[in-house]
């Protein structure tokens, strides 16, 4: 997730993360969409904590390290590059 720099609802964006952040949020978006939880707490609930097939993903999920920031990565100019080819 990110917040472009451009935003001018910096604060609405930043408490729409917390939201999606928070475990119980997690666990919802889990159950609707299988989609694993990016917050570590979320992974003490029992439905992921013993389940044996999400052990491995635990595992993984305990060395994992954000991507570093590159300039070319960055989401505004891959926005810019795509709506381009879209015109």
């Keep these: 997730m990110v917040i ?3 935003t001018r609802h910096k604060k609405e964006v930043w408490k729409w993360i917390e939201y999606l952040s928070e ?3 997690q666990l919802k978006l889990y159950h609707l969409l299988n989609d694993l939880p990016a917050v570590k ?3 003490q609930d029992s439905t992921l904590s013993n389940d044996k097939y999400m052990k491995a993903f635990y595992e993984q999920f305990q060395n994992v390290i954000a991507t570093p920031k590159i300039t070319e990565w960055r989401a505004n ?6 709506s381009n080819m879209l015109k």
């Design 77 to 82: 100019c891959i926005l810019k590059k795509y």
């Design 41 to 43: 707490e979320a992974w």
């Design 4 to 6: 472009f720099k451009e």
């Design 23 to 25: 475990p119980s949020v």
